[in-house]
């Protein structure tokens, strides 16, 4: 019992266990509030995930059932874009400016003037059940991540608990009549994009707590990089900056309770098997409204009050990175803060928006912010 408890206490403690050490927010990630300061531009949509910005200046969102096209000043107006039979996910404008959408079930479709023109729904006879990102090559290509085999987007806490790796990479040709499943047993990959010289497809895993990329003409299992590992929380999306280097959204962080409890297999069974999954010992979308969710040791309140530093069940995160795969700056919205769950982000010209899943919120951020 004392070899095992050592054990365990090095894997997730010990220095050179890098796989179960959480690095500290520091440097480039110190803490701060800077998304609190982001503009809320609305505040009026149901599960909202991504958006897009086409080559007309339209923002494209997200939600729920349907995909909403934002326009005016200020994308002030809005109005239904398309109505889908599955729940809208990740988005992206292909080569020829038609809309990709990542649909739970489904698959994914382009859409064209609302109507669908392609539906991308199987590869190597096995249905895209959770997609989760979609970008589209230099040559016209799309490609895919397929988060798991297991389970819609919806049910990403499942699949984190259950410790899967059954994600895939599928690219399509650029007509969508023939598909190649490229990668097989990723750990949850969430985040997509070409980088900017055209020559690497970059790809974020949110279970391996990893950024990698591969040469856009041989993707292999032998040809990844690591380019970021055991980052300190969840990537998710990952998008092109305009001024050069990319945008990273984290949807939750890490902490060493769910840690600990991923390696505790008869606990964490049982606990899935008889909890209600909104109280299990997990990362979360948004937190704080419920005295039932479990608290991780760390003072989280003092007199009623949520404390900015206390472990977070969930958390609101974005890093730009560099050409260099760097991490140069972060803005967060701490433990306390109500925009949690950065899904999605959107640069345009310099100017960020950025999606909070777990607060409901789209926002905007200028220059100044930035």
């Avoid at 990959?189 to 900017?196: A, H, K, Q």
């Avoid at 769910?258 to 606990?267: G, R, S």
């Amino acid at each position: 019992m004392v070899n095992k408890m050592w054990t365990l206490f090095k894997k997730i403690f010990a220095r050179g266990k890098e796989q179960y050490v959480i690095p500290p927010l520091d440097g480039a990630l110190l803490p701060n509030n800077a998304i609190d300061r982001f503009k809320v531009i609305h505040d009026d949509f149901k599960n909202i995930d991504d958006m897009v910005l086409d080559l007309k200046g339209n923002l494209y969102l997200s939600s729920d059932h349907f995909v909403y096209r934002l326009h005016g000043k200020g994308f002030s107006e809005k109005q239904i874009y398309v109505e889908l039979k599955g729940t809208a996910g990740g988005l992206n404008i292909d080569k020829n400016g038609n809309l990709m959408i990542c649909v739970a079930g489904q698959g994914v479709l382009v859409v064209n003037k609302g109507k669908v023109i392609r539906d991308l729904n199987m590869a190597d006879s096995q249905p895209i059940n959770c997609p989760t990102a979609v970008v589209s090559g230099p040559d016209g290509e799309l490609f895919i991540t397929d988060g798991t085999a297991y389970h819609e987007p919806e049910r990403w806490y499942v699949d984190l608990m259950e410790k899967r790796s059954a994600g895939r990479l599928i690219r399509f040709n650029n007509n969508g009549t023939k598909s190649e499943v490229l990668l097989t047993s990723l750990s949850y990959p969430g985040g997509l994009t070409i980088s900017n010289d055209k020559k690497y497809i970059i790809m974020t895993e949110g279970w391996k707590h990893r950024v990698s990329r591969y040469p856009i003409l041989d993707v292999r299992p032998q040809t990844r990089e690591v380019l970021l590992d055991n980052l300190p929380g969840y990537p998710g999306r990952i998008v092109t900056a305009s001024d050069g280097g990319y945008w990273m959204s984290f949807f939750a962080m890490r902490t060493h309770l769910v840690e600990f409890v991923l390696q505790e297999k008869k606990y964490r069974l049982k606990m899935m098997k008889i909890i209600d999954p909104a109280y299990w010992i997990r990362p979360a979308f948004a937190s704080g409204e419920d005295f039932l969710e479990p608290l991780q040791a760390g003072h989280a309140k003092t007199l009623g009050i949520m404390k900015p530093w206390a472990p977070p069940r969930s958390y609101g995160l974005i890093v730009k990175l560099n050409n260099d795969y760097e991490i140069i700056k972060s803005y967060h919205c701490r433990v306390d803060g109500k925009r949690h769950g950065i899904t999605g982000l959107c640069d345009d010209a310099g100017i960020l928006f950025a999606v909070s899943k777990g607060n409901s919120l789209v926002l905007r951020a200028g220059r100044e912010e930035l």
